[in-house]
């Protein structure tokens, strides 16, 4: 399953598609335009989720500030039968874990830089 997300330029709000089959999600009079995810990291702030596996569990984390105006929102493990979210705040950790599923997509969510993503093995 592949995580798709719509978000709202005009005022921020996004929304999951579960499943997406094209048709225009309308916010504030226009549509909602999918977020493309990050999987390379240029910039001096780090985005792409890194993980250990260990006991059967997944522990990700994301090498980025937690500051009020620049965090990560929230972390995602989505498999074919599974989606998984914990949402974040600022002065948290940009930590998650999750049940271990081999060939699952880990999504981490800036404020700042939007949607990173990284393959589990």
Not at 77 to 100: I, N, Q, R, W
Request: net charge negative; glycine share 4%; hydrophobic share 35%.
């Amino acid at each position: 399953m592949e995580l798709v997300i719509k978000k709202c330029r005009m005022c921020g709000e996004m929304v999951k598609m579960v499943k997406d089959e094209g048709c225009n999600v309308v916010c504030c009079g226009k549509p909602m335009e999918t977020l493309v995810p990050n999987s390379v990291d240029a910039a001096a702030e780090k985005h792409v989720p890194t993980y250990e596996v260990k006991d059967g569990k997944i522990f990700v984390t994301v090498n980025h500030v937690m500051e009020e105006e620049h965090y990560i929102e929230w972390i995602s493990m989505v498999s074919d039968e599974k989606e998984c979210t914990s949402y974040l705040k600022p002065g948290m950790e940009a930590k998650a874990h999750f049940k271990y599923i081999p060939g699952s997509t880990i999504y981490a969510y800036c404020n700042k830089h939007e949607l990173w993503k990284k393959e589990v093995e």
